[in-house]
C-alpha cells in the first residue's frame, strides 16, 4: 500500500481527484486536501480516500500530516503561482527527498530538483491540440521513452496499406504490435490482413515511424509501396543480346514512371566479364545501380540480401527465369510483386486488366491496381469473363472497385461477359495483365497444366507482360 498526498486547491484539481475515484487502485491510500469550494468532491465516500482541512501553505500543518504519514509521492495542483511555490518550499524543508509531482502553467517557472516531475498545462494543451490536427500521428508521450517510438496510425479507406498482410510489408525497423477493429483488440501475425478503419499500434524507430505514417495515409502513386521502393530487375546473361539490351531499356522506362524509385540490376550466370562493360555507363544516372552474380548457387542468397538491404519493392524477370527450378517459389516467399516480361512492349502498353477472381483476392489486389496504373498513365479495366454467365457472384467485388475508382479519382471500365476467359484474354492488344501472386500461382507449372486451376492458365500466356502482386492465399 503506498501513501499519495494531493495538495490541491483548483478546479483542475478538482477533476484530477474525480478522475482518480473513478479508477479506484485500491493499492494506493489517497490523502487529499481541497478549498470547501469544491467540498462536493467527497460527497461519496471511498474507502481509500482520505479528505484532510489543512492549509497546505502553512508549514505547520503540512509538517504535523507528513511526519505522522510517509508518503511515497506528493501532488502539488494549486492554480496559484505564489501558493503553488511555498507548498513546495515547505514540502522540500520537510523532506527533500520525496518525489514530487508538479503542476504548473507558468513557462518561467524554473525547478532546480531531480525529484520534481514538472507537469507543463500549456505544453500538454499544446499537443493535444496538435493531434487534433489533420494529417498527425498520436504517439505514445508516457510510455518507453515518450518520443514517438510508440505511436497509433488509422489505416484510412483508400490507403495502400488496406488490405495487405503484415508479412508483405514487415519491416526490420518497425513491427506492428497490436490492432484494433470494430472495438477488439488483434494481436496480429504475418498473415493478419489490414483493413480499412484499422487502429495499429507500431513499435519502432521514431523517425522511421513518422515516414512511415506519411506512407500509410498517402494515397495514391505510390507504387511499388508498400511492399518497398525500388525496382530490382534480374537479367540472365544466357539470352542473346537484344534480349538482355530490351529488358533494360524497359525496366529504365519503368522506373522513369515509378517517381522517386532507383533500379538495382542484377546479372546472373557470367559467362564473360567482358560483356558487362557496355552497361557500366548505366550507372551515370544515380538513380541506377549494377549487382554481378558469380556464382549460381549463390543466386538466391544474393537476391535475399539485396532485398534486406535495398528496400525492393518490385521485382522485374523473364518469364523463362520465373519458371526456372526454384524461383518461383523463392520469390512467392519474398511477398513482392513480380513484373514479367511479355511479347508486348511495355512501351506499346495502353491498359492493364485484372480478370475477375474471388473477392479477397480481388480487395487484396486492389489499392496497388489503382496505383500502378495511375502512375504509368494507363486505362483500368476490370473484367468478369464467365463461361457460365453468372456475374451475381461479383457485385461486392465490382461495388469495391467502384468505390475505390470515386476515391482515387481514376476511372475504370467493368466488363461483363460470357466467354472463356483466357481465350478472350489473348484477343486483346495493348496490354498488361494484373493478377494475384497466390500460392496457386507458386504451384503452378506447365508439366500440370491441364489439372491447375483455371484462374492460372493465364501463366502460359506470353504474349502480354504481367504483374503478380503478392497475397496470402
Known sequence: MKNILILANSEMAKHFVQWVSKKRINDNEYYITCSTNHSDISSNPINNFNFIDIDPTSLFRLNEIMQEIDFSTIFVVMSEKDEALVTLENIEKINPKVMLVFVSKWDDLVLDNENISIVNLNEILSVNLYEKLPNV????????????????????????????????????????????????????????????????????????????????????????????????????????????????????????LLPKTKLYIRFINIQDLSALNKFRNLEDDKTIFL?????????????????????????????????????????????????????????????????????????????????????????????????????????????????????????????????????????????????????????FSFTNLFSSKFSNYFLSIQKHPELLIPINS
Open 291 to 443: 549487382r554481378v552474380n558469380y556464382k549460381e548457387s549463390e543466386i538466391l542468397s544474393d537476391i535475399d540480401y539485396d532485398v534486406s538491404q535495398l528496400d525492393i519493392g518490385l521485382f522485374i524477370l523473364t518469364k523463362q527465369l520465373f519458371f526456372k527450378k526454384n524461383y518461383k517459389e523463392h520469390l512467392y516467399g519474398l511477398l513482392r510483386p513480380v513484373y514479367i516480361f511479355g511479347d508486348s512492349s511495355l512501351y506499346d502498353i495502353k491498359e492493364t486488366i485484372v480478370l475477375m477472381g474471388s473477392e479477397a483476392e480481388m480487395e487484396s489486389l486492389s489499392t496497388s491496381v489503382f496505383d500502378f496504373s495511375e502512375s504509368l498513365g494507363l486505362k483500368l479495366r476490370l473484367c468478369n469473363y464467365n463461361p457460365e454467365g453468372d456475374f451475381d457472384d461479383s457485385k461486392n467485388i465490382v461495388e469495391h472497385y467502384e468505390s475505390l475508382s470515386k476515391l482515387y479519382n481514376f476511372k475504370i471500365n467493368i466488363e461483363e461477359k460470357r466467354v472463356n476467359p483466357i481465350r478472350e484474354l489473348l484477343k486483346h492488344e495493348k496490354i498488361l495483365h494484373i493478377a494475384p501472386f497466390s500460392n496457386n500461382t507458386k504451384n
Open 137 to 256: 500521428p498520436k504517439i505514445a508521450k508516457n510510455i518507453g521513452l515518450g518520443k514517438g517510438e510508440i505511436m497509433e496510425i488509422l489505416i484510412p479507406f483508400g490507403s495502400s496499406f488496406a488490405y495487405r498482410h503484415i508479412g508483405a510489408i514487415s519491416h526490420r525497423k518497425w513491427k506492428v504490435v497490436a490492432i484494433y477493429r470494430k472495438e477488439k483488440q488483434i494481436f496480429p501475425n504475418n498473415a493478419t490482413m489490414l483493413l480499412p478503419n484499422d487502429r495499429l499500434i507500431v513499435i519502432g524507430n521514431p523517425i522511421v515511424l513518422e515516414e512511415l505514417y506519411k506512407r500509410v495515409n498517402r494515397r495514391q502513386g505510390v507504387f511499388p509501396e508498400p511492399f518497398g521502393k525500388n525496382l530490382y530487375l534480374i537479367v540472365d546473361m544466357l539470352q542473346t543480346k537484344d534480349e538482355i539490351d530490351v529488358e533494360i531499356e524497359e525496366a529504365i522506362y519503368l522506373k522513369k
